[in-house]
């Protein structure tokens, strides 16, 4: 894995995709099996993943009298993703460490870009300052139609949920595939509509034809279950 010219063991994995579609389940799954399997395996999550993280997360989703303006939120989503590169994910991935990400940077490039239309070569700017460059090796999307989404989130939304209407949401599908169009090389498309198992296969098949041969990737000495790091 390469950030602004510098080598990292690693390998960086992003999941994406609309509310609803079962991304952090899939998420956890997967950094489950890879524990098990003995890989050191760190599994996090946007917003949040350091407690300076969470604290932001709550002023995002669960604050809404503090009426945040369209650049705040791209701003706090992107602080909370500045504190988690630099404390969680590239120490894991300079240490060897397979980090499995709920959400990333294409999270506000669809929700705040695409959905709310903040200008994307902005929000790709602070998002590349905010990161050092790094960017995932496989981001997986899971594609799900809008009506579907907020059918399986029943009635626990946030506060992107209560304001946004089915437009905002296929304007946020919309720009997860386009962005998918744009990077093919990063992204593997899974219909979110299949089974959780038949999902988990594809993800771990594309994971495992991309992990690097030659043993750059750590794995623990004694393999166990539930190994896997929360770091929230
Ligand atoms: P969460 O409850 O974690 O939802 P999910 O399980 O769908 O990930 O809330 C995250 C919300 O924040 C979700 O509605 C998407 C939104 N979000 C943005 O708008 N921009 C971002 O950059 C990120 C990371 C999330």
Known sequence: MMVAGKSRRGFFLTLEGPDGSGKSTAAQRLAARLADEGYDTVLT???????????????????????PALTTDALLFNAARAQLVAQV??????????????????????YQGYGSGQPLAGLRTLAS??????????????????????????????????????????????????????????????????????????VSDELRRRLPVGGSISRLSEPKAHSVRMDR
């Not at 350091?50 to 995002?60: D, F, H, K, N, P």
């Not at 994910?89 to 669809?110: E, H, K, M, Q, Y």
């Open 45 to 67: 999550r946007e917003p949040g993943g350091t407690a300076l993280g969470e604290e932001v997360r709550q002023i995002l989703l669960h604050a809404p009298t503090l009426d």
């Open 89 to 110: 994910i590239v120490p894991a991935l300079d240490r060897g460490a397979i980090v499995v990400c709920d959400r990333f940077a294409d999270s506000t490039l669809a």
């Open 129 to 202: 300052f905010a990161t050092g460059g790094l960017e995932p090796d496989l981001t997986v999307l899971l594609d799900l139609p809008v009506e579907e989404g907020l059918r399986r989130k029943g009635g626990e939304v946030n506060r992107f949920e209560i304001d946004a209407d089915v437009a905002f949401h296929e304007r946020v599908r919309e720009g997860f595939l386009t962005l998918a169009a744009e990077s093919p090389g990063r992204f593997l498309v899974v219909d979110a509509t299949r089974p959780a198992d038949e999902i988990d296969g594809a």
